[in-house]
């Protein structure tokens, strides 16, 4: 049974930082372009960051410069350093496996088939 789980998430005053993991269990991604999406109450969900299996990586405008995603192959996860955080931030994370081995970097949330739970993300003023 394949198996994303996300951890990390919590309550930040603005400017701090959170290190958001995941860790995959079931079967190994190390050729699928793995993402983090986000989804704000209301709102839809949305691409935040994304790398690809060589570690080529692309960001969603409104977190340029402040997150970073890395991922350790050998331990099958996913890392998203959240630096400066903003009360916009606030959401739940989701990391997400790309279907296509191999693919690029793509954003849009359909060209993921696996999901984690989520982990909630507060940013406080």
């Known amino acids: 049974q394949v198996q994303l789980v996300e951890s990390g998430g919590g309550l930040v005053q603005a400017g701090g930082s959170l290190r958001l993991s995941c860790v995959a269990s079931?079967?190994?991604?190390?050729?699928?372009?793995m993402g983090w999406f986000r989804q704000a109450p209301g709102k839809e969900r949305e691409f935040a960051a994304v790398?690809?299996?060589?570690?080529?990586?692309k960001y969603a405008d409104s977190v340029k410069g402040r997150f970073t995603i890395s991922r350790d192959n050998a331990k099958n996860t996913i890392y998203l350093q959240m630096n400066s955080l903003k009360r916009e931030d606030t959401a739940v994370y989701y990391c997400?496996?790309?279907?296509?081995?191999?693919?690029?970097?793509?954003?849009?949330?359909?060209?993921?088939?696996?999901w984690g739970q989520g982990t909630q993300v507060s940013v406080s003023s």
């Open positions: 997400a496996a790309d279907r296509t081995i191999g693919a690029n970097l793509r954003v849009g949330p359909v060209e993921y088939e696996y």
């Open positions: 079931g079967r190994t991604f190390v050729t699928h372009t």
């Open positions: 790398i690809n299996w060589s570690g080529d990586t």
